[in-house]
């Protein structure tokens, strides 16, 4: 681990001085990208070790899980070392709640976060749901929001959370006086300049393109499915009472992928091409896009204190993954482990703060 993160360590040199092609790291492994922060690779091991007994396994050796875990710890270690954290995105489904469910009052993870609400840490939830309307997302986040407008955070504290919607198409804030605890913030105030860029010819072309690779795919494989076309998606959904097969949903998103960047429109515009567990959606933009304008709104807040949460890191189908190009990221598994991450980081501050004392 020691070695390892030593190679990172000379690669985050190499990028500063403008020539990371030639760290050894990137020799060694020719896709790796840049490193927002260092990663306490050593630390985290052993912080794991002392909680899953890695290195006192005879039998299993070390898992996909451990490996995940400790790179989470380790990333969290170097942002809480080098802190604050001042931004904390998180996906929805199986990050916050269970897939296909909504932020219930009972939830574990709300006070963890009217806790870092409350330090200063400002909250964006980045989300593929894509609705035009706030009430779709309170419905979702309903929990969340109702203890954020009943809690003893001040007004300026509760509008330090945003819901980013579509991946990365609308923008909600908190509002204390919309009866959906949400606010639509016009467009114009949060696109970034490249985003400007996206002309609405592009957008429905794009979507268009998107479309017809999604109704092939229910052609050919014969999908008991439904298309649903949205201002700035489109995608396919069961019919009541069905269910698609994991191949059947990682070859039309890979598939739709594939024609879309060979398409021309796909070389101008950015989109996200993912898998949802049961239904497979196409939206303009990604979550790097959505994470940046969270970072934008707030006043531009840099990447290395910037943390995003989500489950989908594999690169097919998964629309977390894009993430990693505007901020350091940690993979969780489920609800339960987003709950236990952040209790993890308040562990790690308070040893910090104890410290420095």
Same mark, same amino acid.
């Given at each position: 681990m020691r070695d390892v993160e030593e190679l990172i360590n000379d690669h985050i040199a190499n990028q500063k001085a403008g020539t990371s092609q030639r760290s050894k790291l990137k020799l060694l492994v020719p896709t790796v990208g840049n490193f927002f922060t260092p990663l306490l690779l050593q630390d985290a091991f052993m912080y794991q070790d002392s909680r899953r007994f890695i290195s006192s396994r005879r039998f299993v050796p070390p898992s996909f899980n451990d490996i995940r875990l400790v790179l989470? =710890? @380790?990333?969290?270690?170097? $942002?809480?070392?080098s802190g604050p954290i001042e931004l904390m995105t998180f996906d929805g489904d199986v990050t916050l709640y269970d897939d296909g469910e909504s932020l219930t009052a009972e939830s574990s993870v709300i006070r963890? +976060? $009217?806790a870092l609400m409350g330090k200063g840490t400002k909250i964006g939830i980045v989300t593929a749901a894509g609705y035009l309307? @706030?009430?779709k997302y309170y419905n979702r986040l309903r929990g969340l929001l109702d203890a954020i407008h009943t809690s003893e955070l001040t007004p300026e504290q509760k509008e330090n959370l945003v819901v980013m919607g579509g991946e990365s198409n609308y923008l909600f804030r908190y509002s204390s006086s919309s009866p959906d605890r949400l606010a639509t913030v016009p467009r114009? *105030? #949060?696109l970034l300049d490249e985003m400007k860029l996206w002309t609405e010819e592009d957008i429905v072309e794009l979507l268009d393109t998107a479309e017809s690779a999604l109704r092939d795919s229910v052609e050919t494989m014969r999908l008991d499915a439904e298309v649903v076309r949205k201002e700035r998606g489109v995608g396919? +959904?069961?019919?009541?009472? !069905?269910?698609?097969?994991?191949? !059947? $949903? *990682?070859? =039309?998103? &890979? &598939? =739709? !992928?594939? $024609?879309?960047? &060979?398409?021309?429109?796909g070389r101008r515009l950015p989109f996200c091409a993912f898998n949802g567990g049961n239904d497979v959606f196409v939206d303009i933009g990604d979550k790097s896009w959505g994470v940046q304008v969270c970072q934008?709104?707030?006043?531009? +807040?840099?990447?290395?204190? =910037? &943390?995003?949460?989500?489950?989908?890191?594999l690169s097919a189908g998964a629309n977390d993954f894009k993430a990693r190009l505007a901020c350091t990221t940690a #993979?969780? @598994?489920s609800p339960a482990e987003t709950v236990a991450l952040l209790d993890e980081i308040k562990e790690l501050d308070q040893l910090m703060e104890f410290k420095r004392k």
């Open positions: 989470n =710890t @380790a990333q969290i270690m170097s $942002l809480v070392r963890r +976060i $009217l309307e @706030a009430i114009h *105030e #949060w396919i +959904i069961p019919s009541p009472g !069905q269910r698609f097969a994991r191949e !059947q $949903l *990682e070859e =039309t998103v &890979l &598939l =739709t !992928q594939k $024609l879309l960047e &060979l398409s021309t429109v934008k709104f707030f006043g531009g +807040i840099d990447g290395s204190k =910037t &943390l995003h949460i989500g489950d989908q890191f #993979w969780i @598994a």
